[in-house]
Protein backbone atom coordinates (compact mmCIF):
# COMPACT_ATOMS: atom_id res chain seq x y z
CA UNK A 1 0.00 0.00 0.00
CA UNK A 2 2.06 3.16 -1.03
CA UNK A 3 -1.27 5.60 -2.05
CA UNK A 4 -0.57 8.09 0.00
CA UNK A 5 -4.40 8.69 0.26
CA UNK A 6 -5.23 5.18 1.71
CA UNK A 7 -2.63 5.42 4.50
CA UNK A 8 -4.39 9.05 5.66
CA UNK A 9 -7.76 6.67 5.10
CA UNK A 10 -5.91 4.29 7.70
CA UNK A 11 -5.18 7.18 9.98
CA UNK A 12 -8.45 8.57 9.34
CA UNK A 13 -10.65 5.13 10.33
CA UNK A 14 -8.65 4.73 13.24
CA UNK A 15 -9.21 8.18 14.29
CA UNK A 16 -12.56 8.04 14.16
CA UNK A 17 -12.41 4.57 15.69
CA UNK A 18 -11.06 5.79 18.61
CA UNK A 19 -13.99 8.82 18.81
CA UNK A 20 -16.72 6.75 18.44
CA UNK A 21 -15.29 3.66 20.41
CA UNK A 22 -14.56 6.10 23.49
CA UNK A 23 -17.28 7.49 23.85
CA UNK A 24 -19.79 4.07 23.52
CA UNK A 25 -17.94 2.59 26.42
CA UNK A 26 -18.53 4.94 28.67
CA UNK A 27 -22.80 4.13 27.74
CA UNK A 28 -23.45 1.68 30.06
CA UNK A 29 -27.32 1.45 27.94
CA UNK A 30 -24.72 0.65 24.86
CA UNK A 31 -24.86 -3.06 23.43
CA UNK A 32 -21.29 -4.72 23.12
CA UNK A 33 -22.89 -6.36 19.55
CA UNK A 34 -21.53 -2.36 18.05
CA UNK A 35 -18.21 -2.96 19.13
CA UNK A 36 -18.11 -6.41 18.02
CA UNK A 37 -19.06 -5.35 14.81
CA UNK A 38 -16.88 -2.97 14.30
CA UNK A 39 -14.30 -5.24 15.01
CA UNK A 40 -15.38 -7.93 12.80
CA UNK A 41 -15.75 -5.06 9.91
CA UNK A 42 -11.65 -4.05 10.84
CA UNK A 43 -10.75 -7.55 9.84
CA UNK A 44 -13.17 -8.36 7.08
CA UNK A 45 -12.40 -4.99 5.62
CA UNK A 46 -15.83 -4.44 3.72
CA UNK A 47 -19.31 -5.18 4.40
CA UNK A 48 -20.19 -7.71 1.93
CA UNK A 49 -17.92 -10.53 3.26
CA UNK A 50 -18.59 -10.49 6.99
CA UNK A 51 -18.28 -13.16 8.86
CA UNK A 52 -21.49 -12.99 10.69
CA UNK A 53 -20.32 -16.19 13.21
CA UNK A 54 -18.09 -13.69 14.59
CA UNK A 55 -20.49 -12.18 16.78
CA UNK A 56 -21.82 -15.05 18.44
CA UNK A 57 -18.09 -16.15 19.33
CA UNK A 58 -16.87 -13.39 20.74
CA UNK A 59 -20.34 -13.11 22.57
CA UNK A 60 -20.43 -16.22 23.70
CA UNK A 61 -16.60 -15.93 24.98
CA UNK A 62 -17.77 -13.01 26.91
CA UNK A 63 -16.18 -9.94 25.52
CA UNK A 64 -16.69 -6.66 27.42
CA UNK A 65 -16.95 -3.80 25.01
CA UNK A 66 -13.90 -1.98 26.24
CA UNK A 67 -12.08 -5.15 25.41
CA UNK A 68 -13.48 -5.30 22.13
CA UNK A 69 -12.75 -1.50 21.56
CA UNK A 70 -9.08 -2.11 22.62
CA UNK A 71 -8.84 -4.67 20.01
CA UNK A 72 -9.86 -3.06 17.42
CA UNK A 73 -7.47 -0.32 18.25
CA UNK A 74 -4.49 -2.25 18.75
CA UNK A 75 -5.45 -4.33 15.19
CA UNK A 76 -5.58 -0.77 13.56
CA UNK A 77 -2.48 0.39 14.83
CA UNK A 78 -0.51 -2.37 13.89
CA UNK A 79 -1.77 -2.83 10.91
CA UNK A 80 -0.79 1.36 10.04
CA UNK A 81 2.71 0.48 11.38
CA UNK A 82 3.00 -2.69 9.14
CA UNK A 83 2.00 -0.21 6.05
CA UNK A 84 4.43 2.09 7.38
CA UNK A 85 6.97 -0.25 7.66
CA UNK A 86 6.82 -1.91 4.17
CA UNK A 87 6.88 1.79 2.45
CA UNK A 88 10.77 1.32 3.18
CA UNK A 89 12.86 -0.29 0.75
CA UNK A 90 16.69 -1.22 0.43
CA UNK A 91 17.32 -3.48 -2.65
CA UNK A 92 20.62 -3.73 -5.21
CA UNK A 93 19.57 -3.19 -9.08
CA UNK A 94 22.07 -4.81 -10.92
CA UNK A 95 22.61 -3.18 -14.97
CA UNK A 96 24.95 -4.20 -17.56
CA UNK A 97 27.87 -3.21 -16.07
CA UNK A 98 27.54 -2.20 -12.06
CA UNK A 99 25.73 -2.62 -9.69
CA UNK A 100 23.19 0.57 -7.03
CA UNK A 101 22.39 0.12 -3.50
CA UNK A 102 18.88 2.11 -3.30
CA UNK A 103 17.82 2.81 0.41
CA UNK A 104 14.84 5.12 0.94
CA UNK A 105 11.16 5.27 1.23
CA UNK A 106 8.15 5.49 -1.06
CA UNK A 107 6.74 8.62 0.20
CA UNK A 108 8.03 12.13 -0.63
CA UNK A 109 8.90 15.04 1.56
CA UNK A 110 5.57 17.04 0.59
CA UNK A 111 3.28 13.55 1.67
CA UNK A 112 5.54 12.87 4.27
CA UNK A 113 4.31 16.16 6.32
CA UNK A 114 1.08 15.40 5.83
CA UNK A 115 1.26 11.52 6.95
CA UNK A 116 2.95 13.06 10.21
CA UNK A 117 0.11 15.36 10.74
CA UNK A 118 -2.17 12.23 10.67
CA UNK A 119 -0.23 10.67 13.08
CA UNK A 120 -0.26 13.57 15.17
CA UNK A 121 -3.93 13.60 15.87
CA UNK A 122 -4.11 9.65 16.36
CA UNK A 123 -1.32 9.90 18.92
CA UNK A 124 -3.49 12.71 20.61
CA UNK A 125 -6.11 10.85 20.11
CA UNK A 126 -4.68 7.76 21.53
CA UNK A 127 -3.03 9.44 24.77
CA UNK A 128 -6.54 10.01 26.46
CA UNK A 129 -7.52 6.92 26.30
CA UNK A 130 -3.91 5.61 27.52
CA UNK A 131 -3.16 4.01 24.99
CA UNK A 132 -0.16 5.42 23.48
CA UNK A 133 1.91 3.63 21.12
CA UNK A 134 5.32 3.92 20.73
CA UNK A 135 5.45 1.57 18.09
CA UNK A 136 3.51 3.67 15.50
CA UNK A 137 5.74 6.92 17.14
CA UNK A 138 9.09 5.07 15.32
CA UNK A 139 7.14 3.90 12.79
CA UNK A 140 6.07 7.48 11.68
CA UNK A 141 9.51 9.14 12.29
CA UNK A 142 11.42 6.20 10.48
CA UNK A 143 9.22 6.84 7.52
CA UNK A 144 9.90 10.36 7.98
CA UNK A 145 13.73 9.99 8.26
CA UNK A 146 13.78 8.21 5.00
CA UNK A 147 11.56 10.12 2.71
CA UNK A 148 14.49 10.48 0.02
CA UNK A 149 15.83 7.59 -1.77
CA UNK A 150 19.05 7.28 -2.17
CA UNK A 151 21.65 5.49 -4.48
CA UNK A 152 24.76 4.23 -3.80
CA UNK A 153 27.52 3.27 -5.69
CA UNK A 154 31.26 2.44 -5.78
CA UNK A 155 32.23 5.18 -7.91
CA UNK A 156 30.33 7.80 -6.00
CA UNK A 157 29.52 9.42 -2.77
CA UNK A 158 26.49 9.46 -1.80
CA UNK A 159 24.56 13.01 -1.42
CA UNK A 160 22.61 13.54 1.79
CA UNK A 161 19.63 15.89 1.66
CA UNK A 162 17.99 16.30 5.23
CA UNK A 163 17.05 19.75 5.12
CA UNK A 164 13.64 20.36 7.34
CA UNK A 165 10.96 22.29 5.04
CA UNK A 166 9.05 24.80 8.00
CA UNK A 167 6.18 22.33 7.92
CA UNK A 168 8.29 19.05 8.23
CA UNK A 169 9.73 20.68 11.46
CA UNK A 170 6.68 21.94 13.17
CA UNK A 171 4.86 18.77 12.26
CA UNK A 172 8.21 16.81 13.95
CA UNK A 173 7.62 19.42 17.12
CA UNK A 174 4.25 17.86 17.61
CA UNK A 175 5.46 14.40 17.13
CA UNK A 176 8.38 15.09 20.14
CA UNK A 177 5.25 15.61 22.86
CA UNK A 178 4.41 12.14 22.34
CA UNK A 179 8.15 10.72 23.16
CA UNK A 180 7.95 9.03 26.80
CA UNK A 181 9.53 10.92 29.24
CA UNK A 182 11.51 7.72 30.69
CA UNK A 183 14.82 5.98 30.28
CA UNK A 184 14.67 4.45 27.35
CA UNK A 185 14.72 0.51 27.24
CA UNK A 186 14.95 -0.87 24.18
CA UNK A 187 16.58 -0.27 20.43
CA UNK A 188 14.04 1.23 19.24
CA UNK A 189 13.11 3.85 22.01
CA UNK A 190 17.06 4.80 22.08
CA UNK A 191 16.62 5.12 18.05
CA UNK A 192 13.63 7.61 18.35
CA UNK A 193 15.58 10.51 19.78
CA UNK A 194 18.52 10.09 18.05
CA UNK A 195 16.00 10.32 14.38
CA UNK A 196 14.50 12.79 15.75
CA UNK A 197 18.21 14.75 16.02
CA UNK A 198 18.55 13.79 12.92
CA UNK A 199 15.27 14.47 10.68
CA UNK A 200 15.54 18.36 12.44
CA UNK A 201 18.78 19.41 13.99
CA UNK A 202 17.39 22.06 15.51
CA UNK A 203 15.80 19.32 18.00
CA UNK A 204 19.21 19.09 19.06
CA UNK A 205 20.00 22.76 19.87
CA UNK A 206 16.58 23.07 21.71
CA UNK A 207 17.24 20.03 23.96
CA UNK A 208 21.20 21.20 24.79
CA UNK A 209 19.55 24.88 24.93
CA UNK A 210 16.82 24.00 27.41
CA UNK A 211 20.12 22.51 30.05
CA UNK A 212 21.90 25.61 29.51
CA UNK A 213 19.25 27.81 30.57
CA UNK A 214 18.33 25.47 33.57
CA UNK A 215 21.90 25.02 34.87
CA UNK A 216 22.11 28.95 34.14
CA UNK A 217 18.39 29.29 36.25
CA UNK A 218 20.36 26.69 39.06
CA UNK A 219 23.66 27.80 40.25
CA UNK A 220 23.48 25.91 43.10
CA UNK A 221 23.30 22.52 41.51
CA UNK A 222 25.67 20.03 41.17
CA UNK A 223 25.69 19.16 37.24
CA UNK A 224 27.54 15.86 37.63
CA UNK A 225 24.60 14.75 40.11
CA UNK A 226 22.10 16.52 37.65
CA UNK A 227 23.30 14.50 34.92
CA UNK A 228 22.53 11.31 36.70
CA UNK A 229 19.63 11.62 39.04
CA UNK A 230 17.51 13.78 36.69
CA UNK A 231 15.77 11.91 34.08
CA UNK A 232 15.93 14.62 31.00
CA UNK A 233 19.53 14.93 31.86
CA UNK A 234 20.85 11.36 31.80
CA UNK A 235 18.29 10.49 28.83
CA UNK A 236 20.49 12.91 26.55
CA UNK A 237 24.10 11.43 27.75
CA UNK A 238 22.64 7.98 27.04
CA UNK A 239 21.46 9.57 23.55
CA UNK A 240 24.68 11.37 22.75
CA UNK A 241 26.94 8.37 23.57
CA UNK A 242 24.71 6.13 21.16
CA UNK A 243 26.13 8.34 18.62
CA UNK A 244 29.22 9.67 18.05
CA UNK A 245 28.32 12.31 15.93
CA UNK A 246 25.72 13.92 17.87
CA UNK A 247 27.87 14.04 20.61
CA UNK A 248 30.86 15.60 18.21
CA UNK A 249 28.06 18.61 17.23
CA UNK A 250 26.87 19.23 20.61
CA UNK A 251 30.58 19.53 21.88
CA UNK A 252 31.31 21.78 18.77
CA UNK A 253 28.19 24.09 19.59
CA UNK A 254 29.13 24.22 23.23
CA UNK A 255 32.62 25.50 22.37
CA UNK A 256 31.32 27.55 19.63
CA UNK A 257 29.33 29.55 22.11
CA UNK A 258 31.57 29.66 24.74
CA UNK A 259 34.26 31.06 22.27
CA UNK A 260 31.56 33.53 22.16
CA UNK A 261 30.34 34.47 25.37
CA UNK A 262 32.70 33.51 27.62
CA UNK A 263 30.43 32.71 29.78
CA UNK A 264 31.46 29.92 32.78
CA UNK A 265 27.88 28.08 32.79
CA UNK A 266 28.70 27.07 29.00
CA UNK A 267 31.97 25.67 29.80
CA UNK A 268 30.56 24.12 32.88
CA UNK A 269 28.14 22.39 30.47
CA UNK A 270 30.47 21.31 28.45
CA UNK A 271 32.92 20.05 30.76
CA UNK A 272 29.78 17.75 32.51
CA UNK A 273 28.86 16.32 29.23
CA UNK A 274 32.13 15.11 28.26
CA UNK A 275 32.98 13.91 31.86
CA UNK A 276 29.88 11.65 32.08
CA UNK A 277 29.65 10.48 28.75
CA UNK A 278 33.63 9.26 29.24
CA UNK A 279 31.60 8.28 32.64
CA UNK A 280 28.91 6.23 31.13
CA UNK A 281 31.39 4.75 28.77
CA UNK A 282 33.31 3.04 31.59
CA UNK A 283 30.39 1.66 33.29
CA UNK A 284 26.73 1.84 30.74
CA UNK A 285 24.73 -0.50 33.32
CA UNK A 286 25.34 1.82 36.15
CA UNK A 287 23.66 4.21 33.71
CA UNK A 288 20.76 1.95 32.92
CA UNK A 289 21.83 0.72 29.74
CA UNK A 290 21.65 -3.19 29.19
CA UNK A 291 24.99 -5.22 28.57
CA UNK A 292 24.05 -5.68 25.04
CA UNK A 293 23.79 -2.07 24.38
CA UNK A 294 26.71 -1.34 26.69
CA UNK A 295 28.92 -4.22 24.79
CA UNK A 296 28.18 -1.92 21.09
CA UNK A 297 29.41 1.70 22.37
CA UNK A 298 32.41 3.05 20.45
CA UNK A 299 35.30 3.39 22.21
CA UNK A 300 36.42 6.99 23.80
CA UNK A 301 38.09 8.23 20.61
CA UNK A 302 35.25 7.95 18.48
CA UNK A 303 33.83 10.90 20.29
CA UNK A 304 36.90 13.50 19.94
CA UNK A 305 37.92 14.21 16.30
CA UNK A 306 41.69 14.35 16.65
CA UNK A 307 44.43 13.74 19.90
CA UNK A 308 43.87 10.48 20.97
CA UNK A 309 46.77 9.78 22.40
CA UNK A 310 46.18 12.80 24.69
CA UNK A 311 43.00 12.05 25.48
CA UNK A 312 44.22 9.34 27.21
CA UNK A 313 46.14 11.50 29.31
CA UNK A 314 43.51 13.90 30.17
CA UNK A 315 41.03 11.26 31.40
CA UNK A 316 43.90 9.30 33.66
CA UNK A 317 44.39 10.78 37.06
CA UNK A 318 45.46 13.64 38.53
CA UNK A 319 49.30 13.33 39.70
CA UNK A 320 52.49 15.39 38.80
CA UNK A 321 54.00 12.61 36.43
CA UNK A 322 50.74 12.19 34.58
CA UNK A 323 51.12 16.00 34.39
CA UNK A 324 54.45 16.49 32.98
CA UNK A 325 53.54 13.93 30.38
CA UNK A 326 50.56 15.66 29.78
CA UNK A 327 52.58 19.11 29.19
CA UNK A 328 55.41 17.33 26.90
CA UNK A 329 52.38 15.91 24.58
CA UNK A 330 50.42 19.53 24.48
CA UNK A 331 53.96 20.85 23.09
CA UNK A 332 54.74 18.54 20.51
CA UNK A 333 51.43 18.46 19.27
CA UNK A 334 50.96 22.59 19.25
CA UNK A 335 51.19 23.48 15.49
CA UNK A 336 54.01 26.58 15.47
CA UNK A 337 51.71 28.85 13.39
CA UNK A 338 48.99 30.92 14.88
CA UNK A 339 45.79 30.22 13.35
CA UNK A 340 42.23 30.07 14.56
CA UNK A 341 42.58 26.00 14.21
CA UNK A 342 44.54 26.15 17.19
CA UNK A 343 40.95 27.03 19.53
CA UNK A 344 38.38 25.41 17.40
CA UNK A 345 36.24 22.25 18.99
CA UNK A 346 38.78 19.66 16.83
CA UNK A 347 42.02 21.74 18.64
CA UNK A 348 43.79 20.18 21.50
CA UNK A 349 42.82 23.37 23.64
CA UNK A 350 39.52 22.79 23.39
CA UNK A 351 39.67 19.02 24.71
CA UNK A 352 42.05 20.57 27.36
CA UNK A 353 39.04 23.34 28.52
CA UNK A 354 37.18 19.73 28.93
CA UNK A 355 39.39 18.50 31.41
CA UNK A 356 39.63 21.66 34.04
CA UNK A 357 41.37 19.56 36.81
CA UNK A 358 44.74 19.60 35.32
CA UNK A 359 44.40 23.54 34.74
CA UNK A 360 43.49 23.76 38.50
CA UNK A 361 46.37 21.14 39.66
CA UNK A 362 48.79 23.38 37.30
CA UNK A 363 47.67 26.23 39.60
CA UNK A 364 48.01 24.20 42.82
CA UNK A 365 51.44 22.94 42.15
CA UNK A 366 52.38 26.78 41.67
CA UNK A 367 51.88 27.07 45.32
CA UNK A 368 51.69 23.62 47.03
CA UNK A 369 53.77 24.33 50.39
CA UNK A 370 50.94 22.71 52.15
CA UNK A 371 51.51 19.78 51.06
CA UNK A 372 55.10 18.71 52.68
CA UNK A 373 55.48 15.33 50.33
CA UNK A 374 54.58 16.67 47.03
CA UNK A 375 57.96 17.13 44.94
CA UNK A 376 58.92 20.87 44.54
CA UNK A 377 61.13 21.80 41.46
CA UNK A 378 61.73 24.20 38.93
CA UNK A 379 60.53 22.03 35.88
CA UNK A 380 57.31 21.87 38.48
CA UNK A 381 56.85 25.03 38.62
CA UNK A 382 57.76 25.61 34.99
CA UNK A 383 55.18 23.38 33.78
CA UNK A 384 52.36 24.58 35.39
CA UNK A 385 53.13 28.30 34.41
CA UNK A 386 53.47 27.13 31.23
CA UNK A 387 50.27 24.97 30.83
CA UNK A 388 48.46 28.36 32.30
CA UNK A 389 49.30 30.43 30.44
CA UNK A 390 48.85 28.22 27.29
CA UNK A 391 45.43 27.63 28.43
CA UNK A 392 44.66 31.55 28.99
CA UNK A 393 45.97 32.36 25.94
CA UNK A 394 46.79 29.20 23.01
CA UNK A 395 46.96 31.25 20.02
CA UNK A 396 49.55 34.21 20.70
CA UNK A 397 53.25 32.18 22.22
CA UNK A 398 55.03 35.77 22.88
CA UNK A 399 51.94 36.20 25.20
CA UNK A 400 51.88 33.01 26.68
CA UNK A 401 55.74 33.36 27.27
CA UNK A 402 55.25 36.66 29.15
CA UNK A 403 52.21 35.52 31.02
CA UNK A 404 54.52 32.14 32.17
CA UNK A 405 56.81 34.41 33.49
CA UNK A 406 54.95 36.28 35.46
CA UNK A 407 52.91 33.58 36.97
CA UNK A 408 56.57 31.76 37.93
CA UNK A 409 57.53 35.11 39.87
CA UNK A 410 53.68 35.04 41.80
CA UNK A 411 54.29 31.30 42.80
CA UNK A 412 56.35 31.93 45.95
CA UNK A 413 53.85 31.00 49.05
CA UNK A 414 51.55 33.20 50.20
CA UNK A 415 51.69 34.08 54.20
CA UNK A 416 48.85 34.88 56.72
CA UNK A 417 49.35 39.19 56.88
CA UNK A 418 46.37 39.93 54.99
CA UNK A 419 48.70 43.28 53.27
CA UNK A 420 51.00 40.76 52.11
CA UNK A 421 48.01 38.98 50.08
CA UNK A 422 46.71 42.69 48.73
CA UNK A 423 49.92 42.69 47.64
CA UNK A 424 49.81 39.28 45.50
CA UNK A 425 46.69 40.21 44.38
CA UNK A 426 47.44 43.34 43.00
CA UNK A 427 50.72 42.01 40.90
CA UNK A 428 48.49 39.22 40.75
CA UNK A 429 45.78 41.42 38.76
CA UNK A 430 49.08 43.47 36.74
CA UNK A 431 48.75 40.24 34.77
CA UNK A 432 45.62 41.80 32.70
CA UNK A 433 47.91 43.77 31.12
CA UNK A 434 48.46 41.10 28.54
CA UNK A 435 44.70 41.83 27.68
CA UNK A 436 43.68 37.56 29.04
CA UNK A 437 41.24 39.63 31.62
CA UNK A 438 38.25 38.52 30.10
CA UNK A 439 39.54 34.92 29.99
CA UNK A 440 36.98 32.55 31.71
CA UNK A 441 39.85 31.18 33.98
CA UNK A 442 41.81 33.53 34.73
CA UNK A 443 40.43 34.20 38.31
CA UNK A 444 40.50 30.86 38.67
CA UNK A 445 44.27 29.88 39.08
CA UNK A 446 43.30 31.45 42.45
CA UNK A 447 41.26 28.43 43.69
CA UNK A 448 44.17 26.40 42.68
CA UNK A 449 46.67 28.71 44.30
CA UNK A 450 44.24 28.32 47.59
CA UNK A 451 44.16 24.63 47.69
CA UNK A 452 47.94 24.65 47.62
CA UNK A 453 48.76 27.29 50.16
CA UNK A 454 45.72 26.52 52.65
CA UNK A 455 47.49 26.10 55.88
CA UNK A 456 48.71 29.51 55.53
CA UNK A 457 46.01 31.45 55.02
CA UNK A 458 43.93 32.75 57.83
CA UNK A 459 39.72 33.12 57.24
CA UNK A 460 40.08 36.31 56.64
CA UNK A 461 42.68 35.43 53.75
CA UNK A 462 40.72 33.17 51.77
CA UNK A 463 37.60 35.97 52.23
CA UNK A 464 39.71 38.18 50.31
CA UNK A 465 40.90 35.65 47.87
CA UNK A 466 37.61 34.01 47.47
CA UNK A 467 36.00 37.27 47.12
CA UNK A 468 38.48 38.58 43.73
CA UNK A 469 37.85 35.09 42.01
CA UNK A 470 34.33 36.03 41.99
CA UNK A 471 33.77 39.49 41.71
CA UNK A 472 37.32 40.51 40.49
CA UNK A 473 37.50 43.20 42.89
CA UNK A 474 40.10 43.60 45.62
CA UNK A 475 38.16 44.04 49.38
CA UNK A 476 39.39 46.99 51.21
CA UNK A 477 37.75 45.48 54.52
CA UNK A 478 36.54 41.75 55.34
CA UNK A 479 33.27 43.76 57.00
CA UNK A 480 29.83 42.86 55.99
CA UNK A 481 28.17 45.03 53.25
CA UNK A 482 25.71 45.30 51.13
CA UNK A 483 25.60 42.82 48.32
CA UNK A 484 23.34 41.93 45.22
CA UNK A 485 21.20 38.86 45.08
CA UNK A 486 23.46 37.84 41.59
CA UNK A 487 26.63 38.65 43.33
CA UNK A 488 25.93 36.69 46.57
CA UNK A 489 25.08 33.67 44.66
CA UNK A 490 28.25 33.88 42.80
CA UNK A 491 30.26 34.42 46.44
CA UNK A 492 28.30 30.85 47.76
CA UNK A 493 29.14 29.02 44.71
CA UNK A 494 32.59 30.53 44.47
CA UNK A 495 32.78 28.11 47.82
CA UNK A 496 31.35 25.12 46.65
CA UNK A 497 33.67 25.50 43.92
CA UNK A 498 36.76 25.60 46.19
CA UNK A 499 35.96 22.82 47.99
CA UNK A 500 34.43 20.29 45.04
CA UNK A 501 38.38 21.17 43.43
CA UNK A 502 40.29 20.31 46.57
CA UNK A 503 38.46 17.01 47.11
CA UNK A 504 39.15 16.19 43.72
CA UNK A 505 42.68 16.93 43.71
CA UNK A 506 43.85 15.81 47.63
CA UNK A 507 42.24 12.63 46.58
CA UNK A 508 44.59 12.49 43.73
CA UNK A 509 48.04 13.49 45.43
CA UNK A 510 47.55 12.42 48.51
CA UNK A 511 48.78 8.38 49.88
CA UNK A 512 45.27 7.78 52.02
CA UNK A 513 41.84 8.76 51.57
CA UNK A 514 41.86 9.85 55.04
CA UNK A 515 45.08 12.68 54.37
CA UNK A 516 42.38 13.97 51.32
CA UNK A 517 39.72 13.92 54.21
CA UNK A 518 41.51 16.05 56.54
CA UNK A 519 42.43 18.69 53.85
CA UNK A 520 39.40 19.46 52.65
CA UNK A 521 37.99 19.83 56.12
CA UNK A 522 40.54 21.95 57.47
CA UNK A 523 39.66 24.02 54.14
CA UNK A 524 36.08 23.88 55.05
CA UNK A 525 36.99 25.24 58.60
CA UNK A 526 38.45 28.32 57.03
CA UNK A 527 35.76 29.39 54.12
CA UNK A 528 32.53 28.58 56.93
CA UNK A 529 32.87 32.32 58.04
CA UNK A 530 32.29 33.45 54.57
CA UNK A 531 29.98 31.14 53.29
CA UNK A 532 27.83 31.91 56.16
CA UNK A 533 28.15 35.71 55.37
CA UNK A 534 27.06 35.05 51.84
CA UNK A 535 24.22 32.60 53.12
CA UNK A 536 23.28 35.47 55.25
CA UNK A 537 23.44 37.93 52.23
CA UNK A 538 20.87 35.57 50.39
CA UNK A 539 18.60 35.50 52.81
CA UNK A 540 17.50 39.11 52.93
CA UNK A 541 16.09 38.79 49.39
CA UNK A 542 12.47 37.63 49.62
CA UNK A 543 11.65 34.33 48.56
CA UNK A 544 9.12 33.91 45.93
CA UNK A 545 7.80 31.47 43.43
CA UNK A 546 10.64 33.22 40.94
CA UNK A 547 13.87 31.98 43.38
CA UNK A 548 12.09 29.19 44.81
CA UNK A 549 14.14 26.65 43.40
CA UNK A 550 17.02 28.88 43.61
CA UNK A 551 16.24 28.17 47.80
CA UNK A 552 15.74 24.70 47.80
CA UNK A 553 18.84 24.20 46.04
CA UNK A 554 21.16 25.85 47.96
CA UNK A 555 19.44 24.03 51.34
CA UNK A 556 20.21 20.82 49.42
CA UNK A 557 23.83 22.21 48.42
CA UNK A 558 24.66 23.45 52.09
CA UNK A 559 24.14 20.16 53.88
CA UNK A 560 25.63 18.13 50.67
CA UNK A 561 28.65 20.83 51.45
CA UNK A 562 28.62 20.40 55.38
CA UNK A 563 29.36 16.73 55.18
CA UNK A 564 31.63 16.73 51.83
CA UNK A 565 34.50 14.82 53.50
CA UNK A 566 33.45 14.48 56.74
CA UNK A 567 31.21 16.87 59.06
CA UNK A 568 33.10 19.28 61.55
CA UNK A 569 30.62 21.48 62.27
CA UNK A 570 29.46 19.50 65.31
CA UNK A 571 27.84 22.52 67.66
CA UNK A 572 28.39 25.61 65.29
CA UNK A 573 25.94 27.91 65.81
CA UNK A 574 26.31 29.89 62.77
CA UNK A 575 25.81 27.25 60.26
CA UNK A 576 23.27 25.27 61.81
CA UNK A 577 21.06 28.64 61.73
CA UNK A 578 21.74 29.52 58.54
CA UNK A 579 20.93 26.51 57.37
CA UNK A 580 17.62 26.23 59.81
CA UNK A 581 16.60 29.57 58.40
CA UNK A 582 16.79 28.46 54.86
CA UNK A 583 14.59 25.55 55.84
CA UNK A 584 12.01 27.80 57.80
CA UNK A 585 11.51 30.34 54.83
CA UNK A 586 11.35 27.62 52.01
CA UNK A 587 8.76 25.89 54.58
CA UNK A 588 6.64 29.21 55.20
CA UNK A 589 6.64 30.22 51.29
Not at 90 to 117: F, N, P, Q, T
Not at 252 to 276: I, P, R, Y
Not at 330 to 349: L, R
Amino acid sequence: MSNLLELTRLFSRLASQIETGNGDTNNADQSDDVLVAALNQSLNLSEQSRVRVLDTALSLMCFTAPQVFDSVIEYSVNTIVSVLSSLIECEVLKSDKSEVLRIGGYISAHDCVRVMESCVDVLGKLTEHGMLSRSLLYAVVRVAVMRTQFQYTMQLTPVFNVQSTEEMSHALSKLVYYIPKTIPTNNQELQLRLLIWYLDPQTLLEDISQLLQEAIGRPFICLNDEFYEKLKWRSVIIFLALSPLFFIETRSLLHTWFLHTGLDSVLELQVGLASMLLDLLSRPIYWGLSAEIGSKLPFSNAYFLSNHNLLRTFNEPLSYDGFLELVHKIKDSTPQTNTISMVDHKSTWSIAMNFPDWFYFASFLLSGRSFDYLQQTSSCSAAASWYISWILDPVTESVSGILAEKLSKLSKPLVINLSTIRIWLKEFQDVKAIDIQKNAMFRRITFGILIGSYSSITEDGFELLLHYVTTGIILRSTESQHTRLKEAVACACSVFNLTDIAERISDSVCDAREIAVEIICQIKLRVVKYLIKCVNSLLQFQIDQNNLLLYKDLHRRMLRWRNQGKDVFHGYKDLDDAINTISSKLLHS
